[in-house]
């Protein structure tokens, strides 16, 4: 028995050995060393090891920030929409992580491709990362199939741009920064009128998408109401908007004077373009899908011009907060930057605010952090000034109340009207 007992001790001993040889001069450095180590961590690293194992972002990195996803579209055919809202939301970030104000961010953006199922995936790779709040998604139709996503698992969302009124129905927790399509489609036709820019309206739109066809409805109704003539309707998919040479062929016959645009920049681009090239100049109204015309890729800017629309935000603005924006904006992505820029920039800030209101902090779960963040949007006593708004409050349903801008393109830049 003896025996046995000392053979067992003496084995145990030999396997401590040989494991403190295994450690090296790691297993004896001191654990500040080790703990340092970890607090340096990048957040690309956290975001790489979480979406290859499936599980959230170390326990340190949820300790010290608030996790903040984003979704939209950085590359494909709506990229200037997706990246100018990342670059916004990003300065906004940086701001606020500098202010030393007991709230910190992490943010983590992805991309989309303006693609409701890509939408997801990438929803689902934030929720893995352990994403506390949604800044997204960008567009309509991927903003729908997400809101009902984070509506099921109880994540706060604030989207910059996606204005459908499909994106807030019977979700308690997907807010817009944007004004709504029916708010668009009304205030066009009333701006229209108000401004005596037509007299004889063509609309094209695109059937196929929430978006354009959220505004048309609206725009028709307001229109009757206004006393505007609509000579000439008509419509595309996404898989038609290559060829638009029938819709301004029946709007030319029809003596069109104005035609009014409620699509996003890309097919505005190729019907500018036909327009051109078929001798046929109406003047041209169209609403925030608009915006990013100015830079996209191989477009003659020129054809741009005298281009009016709706916008909240406005690059010459002098106001002080908009100059310190603009110029950022500028330095860091040598470009202007656009509404949906100014949008995501003032989603952060909105967030941050609502989170001071309600006293989020980062260990709190997401959908703690909800449930506060809904109450605090929606109180008597909050408002947000932005970028894009004076005031701006939040109804129950999620819709932002402020007030749309009058821009036209003059000299290749955005102008006040």
């Known amino acids: 028995m003896m025996k046995t007992k000392l053979l067992s ?3 145990a001993l030999s396997m401590v050995a040989a494991l403190a040889g295994c450690g090296g001069a790691s297993s004896s450095a001191p654990a500040s060393s080790s703990a340092s180590a970890s607090s340096s961590t990048s957040a690309s690293s956290q975001e790489a090891a979480s979406s290859e194992s499936g599980d959230a972002a170390p326990e340190s990195s949820s300790a010290t920030a608030i996790k903040i996803g984003f979704i939209g579209p950085l590359t494909g055919g709506a990229a200037i929409y997706g990246n100018a809202a990342k670059n916004g939301a990003q300065i906004a970030i940086d701001e606020i992580n500098a202010l030393d104000s007991g709230i910190q961010f992490e943010f983590n953006p992805q991309d989309d491709e303006h693609d409701a199922e890509k939408s997801v995936n990438a929803y689902n790779i934030l929720k893995d990362w352990g994403m506390q709040i949604l800044c997204g998604t960008v567009t309509t139709n991927p903003c729908i199939a997400v809101g009902a996503e984070s509506y099921a698992d109880r994540i706060f969302t604030l989207t910059p741009s996606a204005s459908s009124t499909a994106v807030i129905e019977g979700k308690d927790n997907v807010f817009q920064m944007c004004f709504t399509d029916p708010n668009q489609g009304v205030a066009s036709a009333q701006y229209i009128a108000e401004q005596q820019l037509g007299s004889k309206i063509a ?14 409805e609206k725009f028709a109704s307001e229109a009757a109401n206004q006393g505007l003539e609509i000579v000439s309707t008509t419509t595309f998919t996404d898989d038609t908007a290559t060829d638009f040479s029938v ?48 830079t996209l890729e191989n477009f003659d800017t020129t054809l741009a011009e005298g281009v009016m629309l709706l916008t ?45 209101k309600a006293g989020i902090t980062p260990d709190q779960s997401a959908a703690d952090i909800c449930e506060k963040m809904i109450a605090a949007f929606t109180a008597e006593d909050f408002t947000f000034n932005g970028l894009t708004g004076e005031g701006m409050t939040w109804s129950t349903t999620g819709e932002v109340s402020k007030a749309p801008k009058g821009m036209v393109i003059q000299n290749g830049a955005y102008t006040g009207m």
């Open 203 to 216: 609309v094209i739109y695109n059937n196929a998408d929430a978006y354009s066809t959220g505004i048309y």
């Open 312 to 356: 909240p935000f406005a690059a010459d603005a002098t106001d002080e907060r908009t100059v310190s924006f603009v110029q950022k904006y500028t330095e860091q992505f040598n470009e202007t930057p656009n509404q949906f820029a100014a949008d995501a920039y003032d989603c952060i800030y909105a967030i941050y605010e609502a989170c001071q």
């Open 247 to 294: 819709q301004l062929t029946d709007a030319k016959n029809a003596g069109a004077d104005l035609l009014f645009l409620p699509i996003y920049y890309t097919p505005a681009s190729l019907i500018l373009t036909q327009a051109q090239s078929m001798g046929y100049s109406p003047k041209v109204f169209g609403v925030d899908g608009m915006d990013g015309i100015l």
């Open 9 to 11: 001790i003496l084995l």
